[in-house]
T-cell receptor
Framework: GAGVSQSPSNKVTEKGKDVELRCDPI?????LYWYRQSLGQGLEFLIY????????KSGLPSDRFSAERTGGSVSTLTIQRTQQEDSAVYLC?????????????FGDGTRLSIL | QKEVEQNSGPLSVPEGAIASLNCTYS??????FFWYRQYSGKSPELIMF????GDKEDGRFTAQLNKASQYVSLLIRDSQPSDSATYLC???????????FGDGTTLTVKP
């Protein structure tokens, strides 16, 4: 596709359930980033991938959060045993490659609501 | 102190005026600086980025960077109602690409 695609666009689930969020980056983009945005807040970095490798997982809030990327393309962010504080918009971005002059292109996000 | 600070606003300017959005950062090792616009309920979209001291112009937008003062700004000339949005400042420290975002400034341009 032309842009970064995320699914689902909305997800409502009960506390304690596991959720999977998907990101399909722009074709050819090697770098992929996950962020979280709570209401009225800026973006909080979670994790990034260069190819299939995740060199920096420091932003993951807890061990309930994990992410993987396969084939240098699609990435999945998994949240286990969801808690109400996990409610936020989860944004994925990709860039052609890593670098200080590489802008990130964002998907429309997944709005996650934990009941 | 947050790593990236922005006035939350709201900043209100009349149509046709210059809007000035400011951002300060704490990490002197920061190398590049990005401005994103985010409409309510939408994802951020890149306006421009800068990594050298001075001014960078793109149409009605000018980014200004002063690394000594750890300050970056975005000027919007001839502001239009369609510019009404939240503007996010993002700072990148190294080639990894991890960006630290401010909480954003809400701009309202009144017709």
């Amino acid at each position: 596709g032309a842009g970064v695609s995320q699914s689902p666009s909305n997800k409502v689930t009960e506390k304690g359930k596991d959720v999977e969020l998907r990101c399909d980056p722009i074709s050819g983009h090697t770098a992929l980033y996950w962020y979280r945005q709570s209401l009225g807040q800026g973006l909080e970095f979670l994790i990034y991938f260069q190819g299939n490798s995740a060199p920096d997982k420091s932003g993951l809030p807890s061990d309930r959060f994990s992410a993987e990327r396969t084939g240098g393309s699609v990435s999945t962010l998994t949240i286990q045993r969801t808690q109400q504080e996990d409610s936020a918009v989860y944004l994925c971005a990709s860039s052609l490659r890593q670098g200080i002059n590489q802008p990130q292109h964002f998907g429309d996000g997944t709005r996650l609501s934990i009941l | 102190q947050k790593e990236v600070e922005q006035n939350s606003g709201p900043l209100s300017v009349p149509e046709g005026a210059i809007a000035s959005l400011n951002c300060t950062y704490s990490d002197r090792g920061s190398q590049s600086f990005f401005w994103y616009r985010q409409y309510s309920g939408k994802s951020p979209e890149l306006i421009m980025f800068i990594y050298s001291n001075g001014d960078k112009e793109d149409g009605r937008f000018t980014a200004q960077l002063n690394k000594a003062s750890q300050y970056v700004s975005l000027l919007i000339r001839d502001s239009q109602p369609s510019d009404s949005a939240t503007y996010l400042c993002a700072v990148m420290r190294d080639n990894a690409g991890k960006s630290t975002f401010g909480d954003g400034t809400t701009l309202t341009v009144k017709p």
